[in-house]
């Protein structure tokens, strides 16, 4: 069945590069989304890939796709205290087009 | 430029009250989703709607549970007789349509239920 995994937990210190990573098992996943939870707070939208794309930059933000392995990477340079949150991966595997998450992951980012 | 709003952003009950929940989607948004996430959890999809018309329901929604979009706009989901097993955010998300960038969906600040 669909599923989504990733780790639980990532602690870096303030200004290194932050790498989150997910599998996914859906190959039939047009898009898949990386989205950021604040404590208390929705889902807020940092990026999403096409499933016909490698890689894509948007700013400090970094997207790797493997489709082969159905492994997705994010990325975040320059990591900053207000990076902390709970990290998203998510494919739009669902038969109406609705995301399947994982777990998510907490970031946590020592000054 | 308004996003996707909910309302209440937060609603304490107790067990065997009726409680229900309101979504307005960014306009023009023509999907409408309904998504529910427990503690160290990720949102799991409840129900959806294109327009008005509920095309799909999970198995997680229960009889208890009923989702509206009268006219295609805002949407309110209903709980009756609440358990505490209910006690959850309850994430509304909208997007434009089927058909590539149009299928990004855009959340709400969801409704945090705790059942007593």
């Known amino acids: 069945g669909e599923d989504v995994e990733q780790s639980l937990f990532l602690s870096v210190r303030e200004g290194d590069s932050s790498v989150i990573n997910c599998t996914y098992t859906d190959s039939s996943s047009t898009y898949l989304y990386w989205y950021k939870q604040e404590p208390g707070a929705g889902l807020q939208l940092l990026t999403y890939?096409?499933?016909?794309?490698d890689m894509k930059q948007d700013q400090r933000l970094t997207v790797l796709l493997n489709k082969k392995d159905k492994h997705l990477s994010l990325r975040i340079a320059d990591t900053q205290t207000g990076d902390s949150a709970i990290y998203f991966c998510?494919?739009?595997?669902?038969?109406?087009?609705?995301?399947?998450f994982g777990k998510g992951t907490k970031l946590s980012v020592k000054p | 430029d308004t996003g996707v709003s909910q309302d209440p952003r937060h609603k304490i009950t107790k067990r065997g009250q009726n409680v229900t929940f309101r979504c307005d989607p960014i306009s023009e948004h023509n999907r409408l989703y309904w998504y529910r996430q427990t503690l160290g959890q990720g949102p799991e999809f409840l129900t959806y709607?294109?327009?008005?018309?509920?095309?799909?329901k999970s198995r997680l929604l229960s009889d208890r549970f009923s989702a509206e979009r009268p006219k295609g706009s805002f949407s309110t989901l209903e709980i009756q007789r609440t358990e505490q097993g209910d006690s959850a955010m309850y994430l509304c998300?909208?997007?434009?349509?089927?058909?590539?960038?149009?299928?990004?969906?855009?959340f709400g600040p969801g409704t945090r239920l705790l059942v007593l």
């Open positions: 998300a909208s997007s434009l349509g089927p058909g590539h960038l149009q299928e990004t969906q855009y």
């Open positions: 890939i096409f499933s016909n794309m």
């Open positions: 998510a494919e739009n595997g669902g038969s109406q087009g609705n995301l399947i």
């Open positions: 709607f294109q327009n008005e018309a509920q095309l799909e």
